[in-house]
C-alpha cells in the first residue's frame, strides 16, 4: 500500500511531518490487517480494511475519545482516519504493552468508567461489533434496548445466514419473556461493549489499556459478562471492581443473557458450533423463568 494520503493526514492531524520509513505487520484480530508505521522518531499503529470499511474505523475513533473523555482507564488516542488506494485506514497512538499486569487496578479503573453515564441507553452513532452493525438509537427502557437493539437484531441476523428452526423457535421464546430475568434498573453507564481479554493489554509503565471499544451506554453488567465469557480476568479484577461497585444481586443469571449477544454475534460472524452454543444458552434461560 502506498502511503503518502496517510503520512498527509498525520501530518494534518500532529502538525509534524511524518514520512514512513519502516511497516510492520501486527497482530490485528481476525477483521482487519493491522501494521505499525515509523519515521524513525515516532510510531503509530495502523488498522486497514476495505475502504467501504470507513465508517466502522470513525465509529470507532469516536468510541475511543468517549472512554478517553471519561479519564478513568486508558485507551491508545486516535490521530486520523481516511482512505487511499481501496483502503481504509485508521492511524492511532503506539503504546508498547510490556507491563506486567494489574488486574486489580484494571477493576478499579473500569468501575470507575462504568460511573459516567448517560440519560438514555445507546449511542450518538451506531457501530459495530467486529464487523456486525451494532444499532444504538436510544432508548429509555433497557429490557427493550437489550431485547430489539441486541438480542432481537441478532436472531434476525441469524436467521437470514440460515440458522432458522430451533434456534429461532427458541429466540422469539425468550424475546416474549426474558423481561422476567432482567430483574433489576440499571443506569446507563459507559460500556467498552467487547471487553474479552483480547482488548485489554498493560502499557510499559503498567497502565491498564482498554482497545477495540465497541462503545455504548448500557447495563455495566454486560461488559463484566463478557470479561467472563473466554476465562475470565482472575479475582483480584473482580475483588477490586466490587469494592469500587458491587454488583446487583441476580448478575450470575443476567451475565448469561448478556453473553447470549456475543455467542449470537460470533454465529453471524464465524457460523460453525456457536449454532448450538447459542441454542443451549436459551434454552437454560428458558430455564431460569421456568
Known sequence: MEW???EAAVERATGQAFNVRDSRSMGGGCINKAVLLSDGKRSFFVKLNAASRLSMFEAEAAG???I????AI????PVCTGTSGG???FVMEFIPMGGRSNARLAGEQLALMHRKQADAFGWRMENTIGSTPQPNSWMKAWVAFWRDRRLGFQLQLA?????GGALQAKGEKLLGCFDRLLDHDPAPSLLHGDLWGGNIGYADDGDPVIYDPAVYYGDRETDLAMTELFGGFGPAFYEAYDAVWPVDSGYAVRKNLYNLYHILNHLNLFGGGYAGQAQGMIERLLAEIG
Open 4 to 6: 503518502q494520503s496517510l
Open 64 to 66: 475511543l475519545d468517549e
Open 68 to 71: 478517553r473523555a471519561a479519564g
Open 74 to 77: 486508558r485507551v491508545p488516542e
Open 87 to 89: 483502503n481504509a485506514w
Open 159 to 163: 436467521a437470514r445466514n440460515g440458522y
